[in-house]
């Protein structure tokens, strides 16, 4: 597919300061819509900053950042899916419950059965959250991948405490989301995943 | 918007019902400590019935004051808190479906069992309709208050200690014209309190919002 | 724009070293001056005799609780929207001197109020604005070093220095919204001063002396405060290697 050669997530100089501290300094990339990013670098780097930077929870020093969608396809989810590292499951809540919370705040109409049988958490669906095992925990956090597709998907370490098979299973997730034309920036450190589109290497944007 | 807001707020409420101990302890607080000031210092009647309107506004102070430091904590906790402020729904509409919810989860059941305090404390029955609208009046503007406290504290070492520090004095007016309220036939307080809701109406919620989003970054 | 954040404390810190000492020095005089007119030379009140000189201590006190506390509310408004690193120096260094100022201003009307109302502490609407006055000021002190990242608790200060603005008026007015206790303003009126020259001239040059000394402290704060930050800095530094 055609893709404009602005399209996607343009981020320009962009530099990030934390508890007085440089964390990284004049960041430029090109994630192209539909293209899947992987940001890397050592502990301390910034990826989780980056991430909440482009997410918008935190302003950068300095530096611009914006996401355009691509032309001919405007997804039908909503512009922006963010995960960090904490997965705003409450354990008080059953499993359906919590994924109908996000989708009806989010103003997504999907099913919330659907999107569990998707996310290969049917059968869990009644129990209440607090129940499910870390990693399980994590699959539910992840659910809305699984709902309409949003435009930008920004994950933080998404397969922390998965197993081979849920791994396997987000990874087809995620494929299936590029094939869509969502664009994709994955925080990780680990290197059995699909190839990305492009790299991002926080450890050579320091000041 | 509207539909966020209405989720959130029954999300809270939802949440506030399954860990019911969090509003067993705050009532359970007012009610043991209104109790003890009623074997404690009242030997005598009149003297009981003169204090009443003082230790009911405080013991439901002091008990909104200590349900107040979870309002914002268990979402910043698990990460919710992060994907609230990437919805729809503005900051000030976070704050105000919250503060709605914990008014109705915390403050409603403290209403609801005042009276009975009330008359443990030799409060005298007629004066009753004046405590639930002093109440009615003055817990909204307690709550919004604390949800800036709240807040602002996200984060913060020794939180609940610091909250106290920083919305206690900001709870003496509505202490003071509270308890007048109650003690005097008088609209004047009454007015006062529904002054002060408006003001804290109006300001809260934007001030508590702009503390949520610097305590993103 | 690391550098652009640091430039402006460092000059400020430059600029400062050669205001600091007339500052204080000026201060010594209006104060001295004032004092000595007003403490020893200026007549007794017809009514209240010499405990009336208490007033030289006790309004200036008043007047800089609240100056001090716009000051902060300023300082805080320019942190908050151009995240001005001197902002949140400024800050930071004039909060304890505000708190300072507002217990003297309640120890000394204490003192006043015990010969002239027989109390040493009533309910009124402006000894209770003033008293929330003080607990804002600790708790702006108490919260601006709550956290673990600096410029979180400057953040976090500058916002409730902004939501505590609100009791500013309070204090101003409630001596002429409610019927207090408190005597209304003699000084700043709109229709002029209703208090003899005689005293008038004295309170005004303490006034001056302690507006004089809060930006001498102020001065000197900030200062120690900008060093503390070099040194932090330092040590993050020599922490990276």
């Known amino acids: 597919m055609s893709r404009a050669p602005d399209s996607g997530l343009v981020v320009e100089n962009?530099?990030?300061?934390?508890?007085?501290?440089?964390?990284?300094?004049?960041?430029?990339?090109?994630?192209?819509?539909?293209?899947?990013?992987?940001?890397?670098?050592?502990?301390?780097?910034?990826?989780?900053s980056l991430l909440r930077i482009l997410a918008g929870l935190s302003p950068p020093a300095a530096g611009t950042y914006r996401f355009t969608?691509?032309?001919?396809?405007?997804?039908?989810?909503?512009?922006?899916?963010?995960?960090?590292?904490?997965?705003?499951?409450?354990?008080?809540?059953?499993?359906?419950?919590?994924?109908?919370?996000?989708?009806?705040?989010?103003?997504?109409?999907?099913?919330?059965?659907?999107?569990?049988?998707?996310?290969?958490?049917?059968?869990?669906?009644?129990?209440?959250?607090?129940?499910?095992?870390?990693?399980?925990?994590?699959?539910l956090a992840l659910a809305r991948i699984w709902a309409e597709p949003p435009n930008l998907v920004l994950l933080d370490e998404p397969t922390v405490g998965l197993d081979a098979a849920a791994q396997a299973h987000l990874e087809s997730g995620l494929t299936q989301l590029c094939d869509q034309g969502v664009t994709l920036v994955i925080a990780t450190h680990?290197?059995?995943?699909?190839?990305?589109?492009?790299?991002?290497?926080?450890?050579?944007a320091r000041a | 918007m509207r539909r966020a807001f209405i989720a959130l707020l029954a999300r809270d409420l939802r949440l506030a019902i399954r860990q019911g101990a969090d509003t067993a302890l705050t009532l359970g607080f007012f009610l043991l400590v209104a109790t003890l000031f009623s074997f404690g210092v009242a030997p005598d009647e009149r003297q009981a019935a003169a204090l009443a309107p003082g230790v009911l506004w405080v013991t439901a102070l002091l008990a909104l004051l200590l349900s107040m430091d979870r309002l914002?904590?268990?979402?910043?906790?698990?990460?919710?808190?992060?994907?609230?402020?990437?919805?729809?729904?503005?900051?000030?509409?976070?704050?105000?479906?919250?503060?709605?919810?914990?008014?109705?989860?915390?403050?409603?059941?403290?209403?609801?069992?005042?009276?009975?305090l009330a008359l443990l404390l030799q409060l005298p029955a007629d004066r009753l309709p004046w405590l639930i609208l002093a109440l009615l009046l003055g817990t909204p503007t307690l709550v919004l208050v604390g949800a800036v406290g709240a807040a602002l504290v996200l984060g913060a070492r020794r939180g609940g200690l610091l909250l106290s520090l920083l919305i206690l004095p900001l709870y003496i007016p509505v202490l003071i014209f509270g308890v007048a309220a109650v003690a005097d036939d008088n609209r004047a307080p009454l007015l006062f309190l529904g002054a002060m809701l408006l003001a804290a109406l109006a300001l809260a919620p934007l001030a508590a919002a702009a503390a949520l989003r610097q305590a993103m970054e | 724009m690391a550098s652009l954040g640091f430039a402006n404390p460092t000059r400020f810190h430059r600029l400062s070293a050669r205001l600091t000492p007339p500052v204080g020095w000026a201060a010594a005089?209006?104060?001295?001056?004032?004092?000595?007119?007003?403490?020893?030379?200026?007549?007794?009140?017809?009514?209240?005799?010499?405990?009336?000189?208490?007033?030289?201590?006790?309004?200036?006190?008043?007047?800089?609780?609240?100056?001090?506390?716009?000051?902060?509310?300023?300082?805080?408004?320019?942190?908050?929207?151009?995240?001005?690193?001197?902002?949140?120096?400024?800050?930071?260094?004039?909060?304890?001197?505000?708190?300072?100022?507002t217990a003297l201003a309640l120890i000394t009307g204490s003192l006043w109020?015990?010969?002239?109302?027989?109390?040493?502490?009533?309910?009124?609407?402006?000894?209770?604005?003033?008293?929330?006055?003080?607990?804002?000021?600790?708790?702006?002190?108490?919260?601006?070093?709550?956290?673990?990242d600096r410029e979180r608790g400057a953040r976090t200060a500058a916002i409730l220095a902004l939501v505590g603005i609100v009791n500013i008026p309070i204090?101003?007015?409630?001596?002429?919204?409610?019927?207090?206790?408190?005597?209304?303003?003699?000084?700043?009126?709109?229709?002029?001063?209703?208090?003899?020259?005689?005293?008038?001239?004295?309170?005004?040059?303490?006034?001056?002396?302690?507006?004089?000394?809060?930006?001498?402290?102020?001065?000197?704060?900030?200062?120690?405060?900008?060093?503390?930050?070099?040194?932090?800095?330092?040590?993050?530094?020599?922490?990276?290697?």
């Open chain 3, 113 to 148: 109020g015990k010969p002239m109302w027989g109390a040493w502490w009533v309910w009124d609407a402006r000894l209770t604005s003033v008293l929330v006055l003080l607990f804002l000021y600790l708790g702006h002190i108490a919260l601006s070093n709550a956290f673990d």
């Open chain 1, 69 to 139: 969608r691509s032309d001919h396809a405007a997804l039908p989810g909503p512009d922006l899916l963010y995960v960090g590292h904490q997965n705003a499951v409450k354990p008080w809540m059953t499993v359906a419950e919590n994924l109908r919370f996000w989708l009806t705040y989010t103003g997504s109409d999907a099913d919330s059965g659907e999107v569990l049988a998707a996310a290969g958490l049917t059968g869990m669906a009644d129990l209440p959250a607090g129940y499910l095992s870390f990693g399980q925990t994590r699959r």
């Open chain 2, 72 to 116: 914002f904590q268990a979402d910043a906790e698990d990460g919710a808190l992060e994907q609230l402020m990437l919805g729809n729904l503005p900051p000030i509409g976070i704050v105000a479906a919250k503060c709605l919810a914990h008014w109705l989860a915390t403050a409603m059941p403290l209403l609801f069992f005042s009276p009975v």
């Open chain 1, 190 to 204: 680990g290197d059995g995943t699909a190839a990305p589109d492009v790299t991002i290497d926080l450890g050579e």
């Open chain 3, 29 to 101: 005089a209006f104060l001295l001056v004032g004092f000595g007119w007003g403490f020893i030379l200026s007549p007794p009140d017809y009514q209240q005799h010499d405990s009336v000189r208490i007033m030289y201590l006790h309004v200036p006190s008043a007047w800089m609780a609240m100056f001090v506390y716009v000051f902060i509310a300023l300082m805080s408004a320019m942190y908050l929207i151009w995240r001005h690193a001197l902002a949140d120096i400024l800050a930071r260094a004039a909060a304890p001197v505000g708190a300072t100022f």
């Open chain 3, 171 to 241: 204090i101003k007015f409630s001596v002429d919204w409610w019927a207090t206790l408190h005597q209304p303003s003699s000084v700043l009126r709109l229709d002029g001063p209703t208090i003899h020259a005689t005293m008038l001239v004295p309170l005004l040059l303490s006034a001056v002396g302690f507006t004089l000394y809060f930006f001498f402290v102020l001065l000197l704060r900030a200062r120690s405060e900008i060093i503390e930050r070099k040194i932090h800095a330092r040590r993050l530094r020599q922490s990276e290697g």
């Open chain 1, 14 to 48: 962009l530099s990030c300061r934390r508890g007085g501290r440089q964390v990284f300094a004049n960041l430029n990339t090109h994630v192209p819509a539909g293209a899947r990013a992987h940001l890397r670098g050592p502990n301390g780097s910034g990826k989780s």
